[in-house]
């Protein structure tokens, strides 16, 4: 699972900042200087950024969409006191990663959220926009719009009110 693999990097890492991203993100040429930045606030534990759609040949509403789930949705979730953070783009001080107890290997669906929630505890999480980065929406593409809104709402649904997300992700390619 992918908090296995998450958990067992950030394991082996020597460094005080972990910067968690999936293989099909893009980082803007400043982001890692970016995350060394905001962590000498050594109040901050957890952090993320703005997500955006890496194909250049999206459709605009897809852009507007990616711009809603990753800003709006993320800055709702810290307003109510639950940071949810995609896992395709959250760094975290170690220190907050293992008081935390990383990523809850349990959970196939919303290990991400949960883990950023989790950390939060431990300082403060921050949305910054110079934590930037481009995602590919090909989960979106080939689920299909309708299909990936459905899934992530009855996900969050199941997480934050049944306090059990979904099993498993369908495939992709």
């Known amino acids: 699972s992918v908090a296995i693999a998450r958990n067992a990097g950030a394991s082996i890492a020597k460094a005080s900042i972990i910067y968690f991203l999936d293989a099909d993100v893009a980082l803007e040429k400043d982001t890692l200087s970016n995350v060394n930045a905001i962590f000498k606030d050594k109040d901050i534990v957890c952090a993320t950024g703005p997500i955006e759609v890496l194909e250049k ?37 170690k220190k907050a990663f293992l008081k935390s107890g990383g990523f809850n290997i349990r959970m196939k669906t919303y290990e991400d959220c949960d ?8 300082g403060k999480a921050v949305y910054k926009k110079e934590l930037k980065v481009k995602a590919s929406a090909r989960r979106i593409a080939q689920w299909g719009f309708i299909h990936y ?25």
């Open 57 to 93: 040949n999206s459709s605009r509403f897809m852009k507007i969409w990616y711009k809603f789930n990753y800003s709006f949705l993320v800055k709702l979730s810290m307003f109510i006191k639950k940071p949810s953070f995609s896992g395709l783009n959250i760094a975290v001080s």
């Open 115 to 122: 883990f950023s929630i989790r950390a939060s505890r431990y």
């Open 149 to 173: 809104i459905k899934f992530t709402a009855l996900n969050a649904y199941n997480y934050y009110i049944k306090k059990k997300p979904l099993s498993d992700y369908k495939p992709i390619r």
